[in-house]
T-cell receptor, first 111, second 116 residues
């Protein structure tokens, strides 16, 4: 059975802090790892990683994948209150676009 | 461009009632899927489809039926609602294929279902 584990489950930080969210996985036929941000409604896509060691970056957010150790991290620097959300990690397997999701990390950024 | 449209947004049912959650996408995506989201459980796959006429079970299919008669539509049917089916349901779609972008799901806004 495919498994995706995220840590920590929740996190409270002050505005301006840097946070690191973790995602480890055990799946068969790995194809890609994706990060999503979920605020009040639907998850929105952040990054997709398929190759080890190549950092994806978008503004203050960045992510990297280690396919040997089977994990990924999502970094957020200089956090803002608008970063408060649930961050979901998902792993795609096979050719059917199926994603297995972790339980998510709930991030709260306070003033 | 509407993307993925789900209806209704909210629904309250009594135990034993049946209903259909509608999902439509206008991106010509071959792959469509239904997830449910419960506190502490993340998103769990109910059913999915890789094209018209083809459906398959996900992780938690019991109590749900799907069909895919067109590329655009993928309704989810609750046959006899139970309180355990109280959840937020998301429909999602993507392209298919072996290139890396095929795994990027686009989600609908969600349907919150309460079963009393």
């Amino acid at each position: 059975e495919d498994k995706v584990v995220q840590s920590p489950l929740s996190l409270v930080v002050h505005e301006g802090d840097t946070v690191t969210l973790n995602c480890s996985y055990e799946v068969t036929n790995f194809r890609s790892l994706l990060w999503y941000k979920q605020e009040k409604k639907a998850p929105t896509f952040l990054f997709m990683l398929t190759s080890s060691g190549i950092e994806k970056k978008s503004g203050r957010l960045s992510s990297i994948l280690d396919k040997k150790e089977l994990f990924s991290i999502l970094n957020i620097t200089a956090t803002q209150t608008g970063d408060s959300a649930i961050y979901l990690c998902a792993v795609g397997t096979g050719t059917a676009s199926k994603l297995t999701f972790g339980t998510g990390t709930r991030l709260q950024v306070t003033l | 461009n509407a993307g993925v449209t789900q209806t209704p947004k909210f629904q309250v049912l009594k135990t034993g009632q049946s209903m259909t959650l509608q999902c439509a996408q206008d991106m010509n995506h071959e792959y469509m899927s239904w997830y449910r989201q419960d506190p502490g459980m993340g998103l769990r796959l109910i059913h999915y489809s890789v094209g018209a006429g083809i459906t398959d079970q996900g992780e938690v299919p019991n109590g749900y039926n799907v069909s895919r008669s067109t590329t655009e539509d993928f309704p989810l049917r609750l046959l006899s609602a139970a309180p355990s089916q109280t959840s937020v349901y998301f429909c999602a779609s993507s392209e298919t294929g072996i290139y890396s972008g095929a795994n990027v799901l686009t989600f609908g806004a969600g349907s919150r279902l309460t079963v009393l």
